[in-house]
């Protein structure tokens, strides 16, 4: 594809590319309905004939703010991951969880 790259004027990292006919490759989005962080799974019903496990309880003893969750499937086994802290994103006692299935 052409590709051009315009480095800051100021010699920061930050760059913009410019794509010529070629468009950038598609990425996957989210297109469901918005969700509310109010109501119980985000408003929108689960999906029907599934079965769903709780693979953590956060407390105040343990972390209560988790993100970056991660599933995958190898070898017949899911392997869930995700970040959690004690109150906030990316602070001293951060620590990587995970979860197996059997």
């Known amino acids: 594809p052409k590709l051009t790259r315009t480095d800051d004027l100021l010699g920061g990292s930050r760059s913009r590319v410019r794509w010529g006919r070629d468009r ?3 990425f996957p989005k989210w297109v469901g309905p ?3 962080p109010l109501l119980p799974h985000g408003g929108v019903p689960l ?4 079965t769903y ?4 309880r956060a407390t105040l003893a ?5 993100m970056a969750p991660m599933i995958d499937f190898h070898d017949g086994q ?3 991951t995700w970040k959690n802290s004690p109150r906030d994103e990316d602070q001293a006692g951060q620590r990587i969880l995970y979860s197996q299935s059997l």
């Open 78 to 80: 899911f392997l869930a």
């Open 24 to 26: 950038p490759p598609r």
């Open 34 to 36: 918005v969700l509310d």
């Open 47 to 50: 999906a029907a004939n599934a």
């Open 62 to 66: 343990i972390g209560t703010y988790n």
């Open 53 to 56: 496990h709780n693979l953590y």
